[in-house]
């Protein structure tokens, strides 16, 4: 077995590449990217059916062990992987990062692996950490408050049902799975759901346009990012499906600031609401890969904003999408649209969004993903019946990631 010692600024010698995560979109659209720039691109995934597996743009999928439920053997595999395939790059792009992150230092001495500590992700992913991190800046964010236990919330509960409207979240939580909106049923959790260790956040709600960022960051300075639209969703709070980019200088000087005084590397996206003065407030951090990655595409800047950072902090670059870049997941943009069926002017909108954008998925000379969608969807299905979960907790039941220590 060959064991070559790399550094990390040996970016030149980047051949090679990594991704885990096979399961979501961006992880397919990245694979491409890096493809078309002229990379080997190798993809580990727990799930046996996902969207890299029949790619044309990957040269090898591997099947591995969950990374939430055999953790030491997921990273086991993962340096056997790097090792055996001659990886330069580790590039985690869901929520297996924070379990890479806790093994970062036996994969370093093989490839260099894009993440930040275990203990600042920690702090990002955090509902009300990052929160009270953001306010500690001066930054802009909503008034909110944690809860730890049953009898906590029925307290703060009746205290806030007088003074406005107010969001119930886990404070681990993604796609905004489990979030209670003002005027849904609020009935406290389970104990089982809620603790010291699973606590939830209350936060203030505010009205207005909601909008979501993806930057790429390299010691605190932003060398890719983008501001997009986030109108079309699954459901009515759900993940997002339409993708459009937009220029903003509120959002773009919110994460700028935030990125540079956290010294933070790696790939990071902010949800953010923009109230009617134009006053931008941030309500989440996803420091991972977010769909903003799909308004790159085709991608030979972005790849060299994550494959060499350093260059264009040197050069002063910072690498943002076409003007007017807008992408799609189209099967459940689709779902979208038939909920607009009946109200003619959000009818016409939506097919003004549908028409000229891009699926993120089907590729004319690489269709096989398309294809793949269905058993995905399916797997996760049948996964969701058996531990009576939401479709969306189970396309990441084996990965996600709720303040787990090594």
């Given at each position: 077995?060959?064991?070559?010692?790399?550094?990390?600024?040996?970016?030149?010698?980047?051949?090679?590449?990594?991704?885990?995560?096979?399961?979501a979109?961006?992880?397919?659209?990245?694979?491409?990217?890096?493809?078309?720039?002229?990379?080997?691109?190798?993809?580990?995934?727990?799930?046996?059916?996902?969207?890299?597996?029949?790619?044309?743009?990957?040269?090898?999928?591997?099947?591995?062990?969950?990374?939430?439920?055999?953790?030491?053997s997921?990273?086991?595999?993962?340096?056997?992987?790097?090792?055996?395939?001659?990886?330069?790059?580790?590039?985690?792009?869901?929520?297996?990062?924070?379990?890479?992150?806790?093994?970062?230092?036996?994969?370093?001495?093989?490839?260099?692996?894009?993440?930040?500590?275990?203990?600042?992700?920690?702090k990002?992913?955090?509902?009300?950490?990052?929160?009270?991190?953001?306010?500690?800046?001066?930054?802009?964010?909503?008034?909110?408050?944690?809860?730890?236990?049953?009898?906590?919330?029925?307290?703060?509960?009746?205290?806030?049902?007088?003074?406005?409207?107010?969001?119930?979240?886990?404070?681990?939580?993604?796609f905004?799975?489990?979030?209670?909106?003002?005027?849904?049923?609020?009935?406290?959790?389970?104990?089982?759901?809620?603790?010291?260790?699973?606590?939830?956040?209350?936060?203030?709600?505010?009205?207005?346009?909601?909008?979501?960022?993806?930057?790429?960051?390299?010691?605190?300075?932003?060398?890719?990012?983008?501001?997009?639209?986030?109108r079309?969703?699954?459901?009515s709070?759900?993940?997002?499906?339409?993708?459009?980019?937009?220029?903003?200088?509120?959002?773009?000087?919110?994460?700028?600031?935030?990125?540079?005084?956290t010294?933070?590397?790696?790939?990071?996206?902010?949800?953010?609401?923009?109230?009617?003065?134009?006053?931008?407030?941030?309500?989440?951090?996803?420091?991972?890969?977010?769909?903003?990655?799909?308004?790159?595409?085709?991608?030979?800047?972005?790849?060299?904003?994550?494959?060499?950072?350093?260059?264009?902090?040197?050069e002063?670059?910072?690498?943002?999408?076409?003007?007017?870049?807008?992408?799609?997941?189209?099967?459940?943009?689709?779902?979208?649209?038939?909920?607009?069926?009946?109200?003619?002017?959000?009818?016409?909108?939506?097919?003004?969004a549908?028409?000229?954008?891009r699926?993120?998925?089907?590729?004319?000379?690489?269709?096989?993903?398309?294809?793949?969608?269905?058993?995905?969807?399916?797997?996760?299905?049948?996964?969701?019946?058996?531990?009576?979960?939401?479709?969306?907790?189970?396309?990441?039941?084996?990965?996600?990631?709720?303040?787990?220590?090594?």
């Amino acid at each position: 077995m060959i064991t070559r010692l790399r550094e990390s600024d040996d970016a030149p010698a980047i051949r090679n590449v990594l991704l885990t995560g096979g399961r979501a979109p961006v992880t397919l659209d990245l694979a491409r990217m890096l493809r078309r720039a002229g990379y080997r691109v190798y993809v580990a995934e727990s799930a046996s059916r996902h969207l890299c597996r029949l790619s044309g743009a990957v040269e090898q999928c591997f099947v591995v062990p969950s990374p939430r439920h055999e953790t030491a053997s997921y990273l086991s595999e993962l340096e056997r992987i790097i090792q055996a395939s001659q990886i330069d790059l580790l590039i985690p792009m869901c929520e297996e990062v924070f379990y890479i992150a806790q093994g970062a230092e036996r994969l370093r001495p093989y490839c260099h692996v894009l993440v930040s500590p275990l203990e600042q992700l920690h702090k990002l992913h955090h509902k009300f950490h990052f929160i009270q991190l953001a306010q500690s800046m001066g930054l802009a964010v909503p008034d909110t408050r944690l809860i730890t236990s049953r009898e906590e919330w029925i307290q703060t509960q009746s205290v806030l049902e007088t003074e406005g409207k107010w969001v119930w979240k886990p404070v681990y939580s993604r796609f905004a799975a489990r979030v209670r909106m003002p005027g849904s049923r609020n009935v406290p959790p389970d104990e089982a759901e809620i603790s010291s260790a699973l606590p939830w956040v209350v936060q203030a709600y505010v009205a207005g346009r909601a909008l979501c960022t993806y930057s790429v960051v390299h010691e605190g300075n932003m060398v890719a990012h983008t501001t997009y639209d986030s109108r079309y969703r699954t459901g009515s709070v759900g993940a997002s499906v339409y993708f459009e980019h937009v220029e903003h200088e509120g959002t773009y000087e919110w994460v700028q600031q935030f990125v540079e005084a956290t010294g933070f590397s790696g790939q990071i996206g902010f949800d953010f609401i923009e109230g009617p003065q134009g006053r931008v407030v941030a309500i989440e951090c996803n420091p991972r890969a977010t769909s903003g990655i799909h308004l790159f595409y085709p991608g030979d800047e972005l790849v060299r904003a994550i494959v060499t950072p350093e260059a264009l902090v040197k050069e002063g670059i910072l690498i943002t999408p076409k003007q007017h870049s807008r992408a799609m997941l189209m099967l459940p943009m689709l779902g979208s649209g038939l909920q607009q069926i009946g109200r003619p002017e959000q009818w016409r909108a939506w097919m003004r969004a549908w028409r000229g954008t891009r699926d993120v998925v089907h590729l004319q000379n690489d269709r096989r993903p398309m294809l793949e969608q269905a058993a995905v969807v399916l797997s996760a299905w049948r996964l969701a019946r058996k531990y009576k979960l939401s479709l969306t907790e189970a396309l990441t039941h084996d990965i996600e990631w709720n303040g787990e220590q090594p």
